[in-house]
């Protein structure tokens, strides 16, 4: 069994980065050929793919969020890691982690974890 805990603050300020960190426990995220994506939901909308980690380390980001985005990865303790610069009011969502065979796009999912409120306030 798969598990994935998001973790990271639940408040950040405008123009600040904010750091999301998921642990993944029962598999190893070097394992082909899964994918490794961050998500996120905002109050009131749909869910949103804005990017993953290959099982090769190799990334692939949504266009719209590309140049504030940043997903890396620590092998040695099997998490990966969101940067997301220069937040606005409009980054307020949950955020989740999530397992599954794409590396592309809003994809099928078969692990998920329980996703963490960001909000973004002064």
């Known amino acids: 069994q798969v598990q994935l805990q998001e973790s990271g603050p639940g408040l950040v300020k405008p123009s600040q980065t904010l750091s999301l960190t998921c642990a993944v426990s029962g598999g190893s995220i070097t394992t082909s050929y899964y994918y490794w994506s961050w998500i996120r939901q905002p109050p009131g909308k749909g869910l949103e793919w804005m990017g993953s980690i290959a099982y090769s380390g190799y990334t692939y980001y949504s266009p719209s969020l590309k140049s504030r985005t940043s997903i890396f990865r620590d092998t040695s303790k099997n998490q990966f890691t969101l940067h997301l610069s220069s937040v606005t009011p409009e980054d307020t969502a949950v955020y989740y982690c999530?397992?599954?065979?794409?590396?592309w796009g809003l994809g099928v999912y078969d692990y998920r974890g329980q996703g963490t409120q960001v909000t973004v306030s002064s």
């Open positions: 999530a397992r599954g065979t794409t590396g």
